[in-house]
């Protein structure tokens, strides 16, 4: 179980869009490309994280996790320009209205946007011939607490 937990938070450090940011550019030219599974993953992970943090009012860690949705929507395409989820655009609409619902933390507003998102992702899947690969909104228990024990969601 320890393995798991480790390869997940290997696999999210990946994707972290403040590591690029603290690094010339110069320095983060290498030949070194994450595979578009694990920027899939990744993106899952913080596809979750998104929707929980709307779920509980946590805007700041909303505005991170969507962050590094946008990343790897604008990584994936650069790592693997032949795929044939290269062109990204049917993402655009519901990223920006994320975004914005995002921006005025408005909860309805994000419910409806963070729905379109995940069913642009679906569209994308099948388009390129993952359909099998279906994103859901989150299930929690009825109890409602978030799966990721270790990390605290509630906004102070």
Known sequence: M????????????LSSPGLAEDQP?????SNYAPRLGDIMIATQLSHFKLWYAG????WELAKYEFARIKAAIADAPKFYPNSPMADMKSLSDPV???GKAIESKDGAKFGK???E??????????????????IREPRLSPIETSPFSDQQFSPK
């Open 2 to 13: 320890r393995g798991w937990a480790l390869a997940l938070a290997v696999i999210a450090g």
């Open 25 to 29: 550019a110069e320095k983060t030219q």
């Open 55 to 58: 779920r509980v009012a946590n």
């Open 96 to 98: 920006e209205a994320l």
């Open 113 to 115: 946007a963070f729905e």
């Open 117 to 134: 998102l995940t069913l642009a992702c679906n569209s994308c899947h099948n388009a390129t011939g993952f359909g099998y690969v279906m």
